[in-house]
């Protein structure tokens, strides 16, 4: 007889929200984090879009520590000397709340404190380092050489999971499934955040940068997003882009993105007040490993849940939405015939059916149009070049847009007929 | 907003430094002779240098991203969780 129905691993969004889902459903479940306090090692942009937590807290809008309400969304090329933006700010945001800025370290202490109170133990400062097999089988978890016994585990550990890897049930990770995302957060007074982005009380901003301006073949994506008195500021890197580039510091890139023309002035005056970093899944389906086996389910980023498309990036709904599956996978396989390899198969059965693999299939393969020359150099040279054009005026006759077009790609050595088709495959994909 | 040394970054950051054990190991006879240091651009806490053309690496800047075990293609790198809630303790994160 195990000491556990259920072991969770990692109290992140998606080690939370099942282990709140296991308790709700009367499971004993022992919920088991690294960090002390929780949440204290665990980085994000980050923005929680959707309302999947209402899964396991119907009323956590009303009391998450939520920073700001996403009224506005940005998504921009920035290339040395310019931007090209898309503003949207819509009052149906206010209506209905599609996306949060939140500070994790706050948030997850909120998470852990949920599944405690919904029954859950939950252990923290405890580093878990393997999975224990009988045979095959999982029976807990191994930490400094002890076993604690469950009947399941669900593996939540996160964007760098070393359980999972050193378990050998998953592979290790590649360039292709990771970027490294490098982040700080900077303190700015709550009025003059609402004055530099147009906001009101509570209402944020979200915006996703292309960062054009990097030179010797980096790729990066910048991230701007609004808390009430802070803004969090990165850049999520390309390894392979950077590993081919072997000059470039990853930490200096977000400093080139802060000095930008068009983004200094919206931090004037701000204090850094923290810095952090961490590995940020990117491979999509590719990068996507056996979800489930006897005894064990993987969810959230272990599991390479995220999803980026250069307009949006996300991962805590994914988490979220996984690890209430993969709860109420062991809620429905303890009710039946057990916990057996068959009986968790269920949770994928639940992922297809969800926006979380739904989603994954959808957009395969996109990491390849949202991370090349196209996005990263050409298309933010060839717009900077068209938008001169149009409004440079420098006492000539004027052009049609048609001739500037021409002249803009024809510098930027990218063929009509190639943007054509690159421009139909990215659409197609988006 | 001026250039913040990234040494200036890391001193804004509480750790609880493990001083038994170190989460990261290297194996230094990789390391010397390691045709590209990627480690050195890639990790974004400064935690592998080039010292006269030797490579040096301290663990307890670790920020715990997990970079370097994917940024070193070459085997040198063992990364473990920090154990006891020891390492950076983030105030936001």
Redo the contacts between chains.
Sequence with gaps: MSEFDAIVVGGGPAGTSAAMRLAANKLNVLLVE????P??????GGVLWGNSLAGVMPDWEKTAPLERFVKSKGVGFLTKDSSIDINFRSSKFSETKTGYTV????F?QFLNKKAKDSGATVV??V???KLAFEGNKVIGVEQ?GDVITSDSVILAEG??P??AIDSGIRP????Q??A???K???KLPEKTINDRFNLREKEGFAGEYVLGFLEGGVEAGGFLYTNKD?I?LGAVIS?KH??E????????II?QF??HPSI?PL??D?K????????VQEGGLASIPKLYGNGYMIAGDAAGFSFSNGLILQGMNYAIASGIAAADTIVEAKAGSGISEQSLSKYEEKLMNSFVLKDMHTFKGIGDITWGSLVHQKMPNVLEKVMLGLLMEDGEPKKHMNQIVKEALKSSGLKSSKLLLEGYRMYRRM | MSNMKIEDRLSLLNYKIDKSYAHITVKPDICEICPDHFCTFACPAKCYTLIDAKLNFKYEDCVECGTCIVACSHGSVSWTNSKGAHGVKYKYG
């Design positions: 690294k960090a002390d306090p949440g204290s090692k665990n980085v994000s500070l994790r370290t706050k997850d923290t400062g580093t878990v380092d400094d964007a760098n070393r359980v290790p990770l590649k360039d499934d990771v490294i995302g490098v700080e957060v900077i802070s969090s390894m950077l590993r580039n072997n000059k470039t510091y990853s930490f200096d400093e802060k000095n200094a931090l004037e701000g850094v007040d923290e810095y952090s970093a961490h590995m």
